[in-house]
């Protein structure tokens, strides 16, 4: 698995689920102080994400502004660079962990990880990355970034389903931190002594030394069926598919239904996604048509439909198929819109 992330093997491992293993990592690296007691994430953040984070803050008796959100400008749905760079900048010295999503949930809006995490660090903050949408749908250097921790799920682009077990990364320069507090369990201790039940705690390096419990063997056996077909090809070879499957999804779209369909995702900052704006009275109607149609995407009420062409099976005639279900959905509401 640790290819996919660009991480070494030692930095990587896999247990629980998404959300378990965001709060396994807070408490190992949110460690407020008086000055130093924020944790920043975007303010659309993943409810789950947010939930974490809030419940954190609460638990270690620490008031509501400890939660600082980043927000995109007025009128805009997406978040520049230059506007985290500069939250950071101004309330650097209160921010103890910077836990943004690797690409958002909602707007399919890639991050910049690498300038993001380089500022973060540069002034003294921790940096987690949930990678639940990022996960085996783009290029990741996480060592290379120096990124401090990272969290994915396995069940949208790595195909297992909800509940599939969840992947971490701890970067190495921590592989060796005995004295870094963190909650624990037997599977986290030296594999070369664990069976000897001292109770003496000594952890395994790297990654594995955060881990709890024993990992769950199905849900391990079935993220090993799909790493064996990502090991066929190359992240970089899905990518570069996945960017021809979302730009022809993006052509057709403005060629079909521009004028009723507003694309929030950035071009030049995207994974496969595209999120989709409809008027509320046609998100039924067309997620409705699209369902029928045996097109699986995904709606976010009041007016969102969240549609991901997958480069290891979606081909471009499944986007044009796609597109002409909108289409057709979309000329039964208004006739003039086909």
């Known amino acids: 698995m640790a290819p996919l992330f660009g991480a070494l093997p030692i930095e990587v491992g896999v247990m629980n689920t998404l959300t ?8 190992a690296f949110y460690k407020p102080t008086a000055q130093r007691r924020r944790i920043l994430i975007e303010s659309k953040a993943f409810p789950s994400d947010h939930y974490a984070v809030e419940s954190q803050i609460q638990w270690h008796g620490l008031p509501a502004d400890a939660l600082l959100l980043a927000e995109p400008r007025a009128g805009e749905d997406t978040l520049r660079t230059s506007d985290i760079l500069d939250l950071i900048d101004r309330h650097g010295d209160e921010i103890a962990v910077v836990m943004l999503s690797g690409l958002q949930y909602y707007t399919g ?28 749908n783009i290029p990741l250097s996480l060592h290379a970034w120096n990124v401090d921790f990272a969290c994915w799920c396995t069940y949208k682009y790595m195909n297992s389903g909800p509940g599939g077990i969840s992947g971490f990364f701890v970067h190495e320069r921590y592989a060796h931190d005995a004295a870094l507090a963190r909650l624990t369990g037997w599977w986290a201790h030296d594999e070369a002594t664990r069976f000897e039940m001292t109770n003496c705690f000594v952890p ?43 730009a022809y999804l993006e052509h057709l779209l403005l060629t079909h239904a521009a004028a009723a369909v507003r694309i929030v995702t950035p071009r030049h900052s995207r994974g496969a996604q595209l999120s989709l704006l409809f008027a509320p009275a046609a998100l039924e109607p067309v997620f409705s048509a699209l369902t029928d149609a045996g097109v699986v995407c995904d709606e976010r009420k009041p007016n969102c439909i969240r549609i991901a062409p997958v480069p290891l099976y979606n081909t471009f005639h499944d986007v044009w198929r796609c597109v002409d279900v909108i289409r057709k959905a979309l000329a039964a509401i208004t006739p003039q819109a086909a």
């Open 109 to 136: 809006q890639v991050f910049e990880m690498d300038r993001i995490t380089a500022a973060a660090q540069a002034r003294g903050c921790v940096v987690g990355w949930d990678l639940a949408h990022a996960a085996g």
């Open 204 to 246: 395994n390096a790297g990654a594995a030394g955060f881990e709890v419990s024993n990992t769950p063997i199905l849900p391990a056996a079935t993220l090993l069926g799909s790493l064996d077909v990502f090991a066929l090809t190359s992240m970089e070879a899905l990518r570069a598919k996945s960017e021809l499957l979302t």
């Open 20 to 27: 378990v293993n965001i709060h396994l990592m807070l408490a």
